[in-house]
């Protein structure tokens, strides 16, 4: 038998059974081992009311303390709190360099530190009256205060005088008398000289602390850190806080420029206003301030590298440049490197559809947005050193304008340059290469441009309204045929500088780039060369678009963004060659005075060809719309009267010998109104330069001669053609004979004047002077442009 167990439980489990010993156990039960050291699911509580307005609380606190103004309040007050100590002893210093100063300042008064520095430095210059004035001055001004102090004690005498015996008698009073035995006006005189008093006990110790610490904090304003700028604007939350720009630092880095109406401005303690205080504007800073008396912004453009290297900056990150008026400076400062990267890949590259009338995203501006830039109403002039970026510049243009189905393209290369054959499927002319032919097909086609132009005009004037220019409305009317037609001209100088059609093709340029603008009509101009022998002033002056990349001087500079704008701090000199590649100034592509441009760039070198899916697409998006390539078919311009210039200011000049140009414009515009209304002194001087005439002086004023008239149209009538070989030229009208033999001819409806058989001619000789007419690259099939115009 099992020995029982010593508690109770135990041996009531074990009973006697039979003859065996039976154990009990106790009832059986069903159920799961749990193992508590694994994580157990919580069972769910249902929050209270008030446990969920906690919970909100706590969360909306939470949101509230990661929120963007809180963390920069709390990253300002750590940093505040991390400079406490350097705080604390910079303000000990203000204090006592306060002191120093008052001292300083009243050992000059007192001693008439600045009259005898006066009278030292006039003895010096043995400018004996000065000195006397000065000695003068001092004398009277030391008389004059002593007089003051004598006064001042002798006032003090006289109050002591007689407050003395009043007090002396107020005392012996109070000691004899009882207060309740006085005159109540006497107890009164005690009452208030005992409130008085009381004011003073209380008042008196609080002085004793408040002065001290107002004395403090005046001298610590006295003795403050007078370099520009303030230190508390200081932002420590940005990753760049060593690099960024403040007004503190801009104010620092003015100050040492050497400008010296400046640096006297800081020397008697000036600060600058902040018209726009420095913040954060796309990849810089941008900040607006008002120069002090004798300084312009120009002055301060003139020193942009020192500037540059005063605010830790290359020359091309730091633009100061002109505000709205000559005193005010705007100053944009490119965060460090930025500007080294690219403006990525163009965003129509892989899909998208352009509308001209929006634009064509062309680059990143320096505030890192995308630039659209404008094409209708515009014409664009783009320049600088060779391989920098201006034909791929003239591409990217030319593609997007490519991407509008309704937009006709024509281009012209003035070199051996593949850069456009791409295009071909998409261009309804081009011509490349350097031979005459070329030139002659680009005057052509400018000249048939300005007849365009003048057709456009009379069915903008025939429509309801007598809309100003070609609207998208408008171009979308097919019948109207004012669609966009934007020609690209690269190296547009050879043209200008042809020894043969250079001369007519200038003309013909600047007339279109005054007046095509408004007929959707553009004009995209590269070049290498913007100087003014060869790229006409007229085209410079008027090109409302101007984009320079990096260029070598203020010449080029200016031919390219107009003039003033290299002494107004704007500056593509400041691009380097080659590490800026892609990188441009421009003007007049957005609202503001200029863009420092990154350009997009689509590649089409070395195999690589991003150019040709592009125009592939661009066709694709026409023929989606059932519609073809846009070929301008020029009409005739029926009665157009050709108009020769050199003939009409023959008869304007009425026989005279010498005439005046003033005399003569207004006859002409008398003669012609249509023709010469608005013409300038200008226009004159261009239209007789064609014949190799100037204007001459003659008693101060600008005349035109009888004779180099006459003699030019014997010239004329002699060889049946003008001096220079390029029969007489006529603007806005029908092109002459010789240009019509070769390019553009078959343009013209049938009966313009030019047979079949010419056309024919001359498009097979045109094919055979040029090898640039042959396709080259990976151009798709046609439709082909008409390269034969
Ligand atoms: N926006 C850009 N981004 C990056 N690289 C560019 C950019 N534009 C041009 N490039 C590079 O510069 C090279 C020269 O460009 P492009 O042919 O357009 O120069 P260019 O100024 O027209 O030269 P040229 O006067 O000799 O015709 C291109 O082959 C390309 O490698």
């Known amino acids: 038998m099992t020995e029982p167990n010593r508690e109770g439980h135990d041996g009531a489990a074990l009973a006697h059974c039979g003859g065996r010993d039976v154990e009990h156990v106790g009832p059986v039960l069903d159920g799961e081992l749990i193992d508590d050291t694994l994580p157990q699911p919580r069972p769910r509580a249902t929050p209270t009311r008030f446990g969920r307005s906690l919970l909100s609380l706590r969360q909306a606190a939470g949101r509230l303390w990661r929120s963007a103004p809180v963390v920069r309040a709390r990253s300002v007050a750590a940093y505040r709190l991390r400079k406490a100590p350097q705080d604390v002893v910079r303000l000990v210093w203000f204090v006592l360099r306060g002191n120093w100063r008052w001292l300083v300042k009243f050992w000059t008064w007192a001693t008439y530190a600045d009259l005898r520095a006066d009278a030292r430095r006039a003895r010096l210059a043995g400018d004996a009256e000065a000195r006397r004035a000065a000695q003068e001055l001092i004398r009277s001004d030391a008389t004059a ?49 005992e409130a008085m008093r009381s004011v003073l006990v209380t008042v008196v110790p609080l002085l004793l602390i408040v002065l001290p610490v107002a004395w403090a904090v005046a001298a610590a304003f006295e003795g403050r850190d007078r370099t520009p700028g303030v230190g508390w604007l200081v932002r420590p939350d940005r990753d760049d806080a060593d690099s960024w720009i403040d007004e503190r630092m801009i104010s620092k880095a003015l100050a040492h420029l050497g400008i010296s109406p400046l640096d006297r401005f800081y020397r008697d303690g000036g600060e600058l206003v902040y018209t726009v205080a420095a913040r954060k504007d796309g990849d810089g800073t941008f900040a607006q301030l008002r120069l002090p008396l004798g300084v312009t912004a120009d002055m301060v453009a003139a020193r942009r590298s020192k500037l540059a290297a005063n605010l830790g900056r290359a020359s091309l990150e730091t633009w100061p440049t002109k505000g709205d008026e000559d005193g005010i400076l705007d100053l944009w400062i490119a965060d460090k490197g930025v500007l ?95 031979d005459d032919s070329v030139a002659e097909a680009a005057t052509q086609a400018l000249a048939d441009l300005l007849t365009e132009m003048e057709r456009r005009g009379k069915i903008l004037g025939k429509q ?55 007929y959707g009509i553009v004009l995209l101009l590269a070049t290498q060369s913007p100087t003014k022998d060869s790229i006409p002033r007229e085209i410079t002056r008027n090109v409302s678009c101007g984009v320079a990349f990096s260029v070598a001087d203020q010449v080029a500079n200016d031919g390219l963004l107009g003039s003033g704008k290299y002494a107004a701090g704007i500056r593509a000199t400041e691009l380097r060659i ?76 009425h026989g005279e010998r010498r005439v005046r140009t003033q005399v003569i414009l207004t006859r002409l515009a008398r003669h012609n109104l249509g023709e010469y209304e608005g013409w300038t002194f200008r226009d004159l001087t261009a239209a007789l330069a064609v014949y190799g005439i100037a204007p001459v002086k003659s008693d101060g004023n600008k005349v035109v001669r009888a004779e180099d008239v006459a003699a030019a149209l014997a010239d004329r009538d002699r060889h049946g053609r003008e001096p220079d070989g390029d029969p007489a030229g006529t603007q806005g009208v029908l092109p002459d004979g010789s240009l019509r033999q070769s390019s553009g001819a078959d343009q013209r409806k049938s009966g313009s004047g030019s047979t079949g058989s010419r056309d024919r001619q001359a498009r097979e000789s045109g094919q055979k002077s040029g090898s640039s007419d042959a396709h080259r690259g990976p151009s798709p099939a046609p439709p082909e442009p008409d390269e034969g115009r």
């Open 464 to 518: 309801p309204g007598r809309p100003p220019k070609v609207s998208r409305k408008l171009a979308d009317k097919r019948g109207l045929e004012l669609h966009p037609l934007v020609c690209g001209i690269d190296e547009c100088h050879e043209l200008f500088q042809h020894p043969k059609f250079g001369k007519k093709a200038a003309e013909l340029a600047v007339r279109l780039i005054k007046r095509g603008r408004k």
């Open 340 to 434: 080294r990267g690219g403006a990525g890949a163009w965003p129509l590259i892989h899909d998208g559809q352009v509308d001209v009338f929006d634009g064509v995203p062309f680059g990143l501006s320096q505030r890192g947005v995308v630039i659209n830039a404008p094409l209708l109403g515009v014409n664009w002039l783009v320049g600088g050193r060779p391989g920098q970026g201006k034909s791929a510049a003239l591409r990217t243009l030319l593609l997007g304008a490519a991407l509008d189905p309704t937009a006709e393209l024509w281009a012209f290369v003035m070199g051996e340059s593949p850069d456009f054959e791409p295009f071909r499927p998409r261009l309804s002319r081009y011509r490349m290469g350097m």
């Open 145 to 193: 205060r002593w007089a003051k102090l004598g006064i001042f004690l002798r006032r003090c005498v006289i109050m002591l005088r007689f407050a003395a015996p009043v007090a002396a008698v107020l005392w012996l009073v109070n000691s004899v008398m009882d207060r309740a035995e006085m005159w109540p006006w006497l107890a009164s005189v005690y009452t208030g000289l």
């Open 578 to 653: 080659n590490t800026d590649r892609g990188t441009c100034v421009a003007v007049g592509i957005t609202d503001e005075t200029f863009e420092l441009v990154r350009t997009f760039y689509v590649p089409f070198e070395d195999g690589a060809d991003d150019v040709t899916p592009v125009v592939a697409r661009a066709v694709a998006l026409i023929e989606e719309m059932g519609r073809a390539v846009e070929s301008t078919a020029l009409p005739e311009i029926e009665a157009a009267p050709v108009v020769d210039h050199l003939a009409d200011i023959d008869a304007v000049l």
